[in-house]
T-cell receptor, first 115, second 112 residues
Framework: DQQVKQNSPSLSVQEGRISILNCDYT??????FLWYKKYPAEGPTFLIS?????DKNEDGRFTVFLNKSAKHLSLHIVPSQPGDSAVYFC??????????????FGQGTILTVHP | ETGVTQSPTHLIKTRGQQVTLRCSSQ?????VSWYQQALGQGPQFIFQ???????GRGNFPPRFSGLQFPNYSSELNVNALELDDSALYLC???????????FGSGTRLTVV
């Protein structure tokens, strides 16, 4: 039962353009969502998060959009840079519940930004 | 502010053996969660420890067990290792209501 899905295994983008990574979820109890970036042989690095009471959160080049009715979120990176090339994971959690440490991850999307 | 540290970074074990992985949580975080990441997959939740007790568990058999110590550091123990246990094991620390989940760099376990 995959409660968080990233349906695009990979994405290739030209430097300077926008990268859009998508994520869908099925569990309506999720109330907090996070995006992580991961390089090989390293742990996931936190990028940006959004609470279910918001529909947008912005931090520099990174913006996350949440559509609760569609159970869909997306991460926009503008402008994309070659250093953004990595695996991106979407994660969700019921932060108000007792298992607030239980993040449910998607399968990841490999982003490649070409110079 | 110290981050999450895990040891060892790499480990090779033989099928049937037992292994212990260690994690020091980020300063100020009182909850530790462990994850298993197989190649090409997202991390899968193993269990969570809060105040030295397990208070959440994913779909992993009892041979996966853990401990949390008074200083909030933690251990993951795996008994009777199987080949499919080969993976990257990640530790994350957090605190309720804070919204921050910080990961360590992981331990790469290979079972031969």
């Amino acid at each position: 039962d995959q409660q968080v899905k990233q349906n695009s295994p990979s994405l290739s983008v030209q430097e300077g353009r926008i990268s859009i990574l998508n994520c869908d979820y099925t569990n309506s109890m999720f109330d907090y969502f996070l995006w992580y970036k991961k390089y090989p042989a390293e742990g996931p690095t936190f990028l940006i998060s959004i609470s279910s009471i918001k529909d947008k959160n912005e931090d520099g080049r990174f913006t996350v959009f949440l559509n609760k009715s569609a159970k869909h979120l997306s991460l926009h990176i503008v402008p994309s840079q070659p250093g953004d090339s990595a695996v991106y994971f979407c994660a969700a959690v019921n932060a108000g519940g007792t298992s607030y440490g239980k993040l449910t991850f998607g399968q990841g999307t490999i982003l490649t930004v070409h110079p | 502010e110290t981050g999450v540290t895990q040891s060892p970074t790499h480990l090779i074990k033989t099928r049937g053996q037992q292994v212990t992985l260690r994690c020091s949580s980020q300063s100020g975080h009182n909850t530790v969660s462990w994850y298993q990441q197989a190649l090409g997959q997202g991390p899968q939740f193993i269990f969570q420890y809060y105040r030295e007790e397990e208070n959440g568990r994913g779909n992993f058999p009892p041979r996966f067990s853990g401990l949390q110590f008074p200083n909030y550091s933690s251990e993951l123990n795996v008994n009777a290792l199987e080949l499919d246990d080969s993976a990257l094991y990640l530790c994350a620390s957090s605190s309720p209501g804070e919204g921050g989940y910080t990961f360590g760099s992981g331990t790469r376990l290979t079972v031969v």
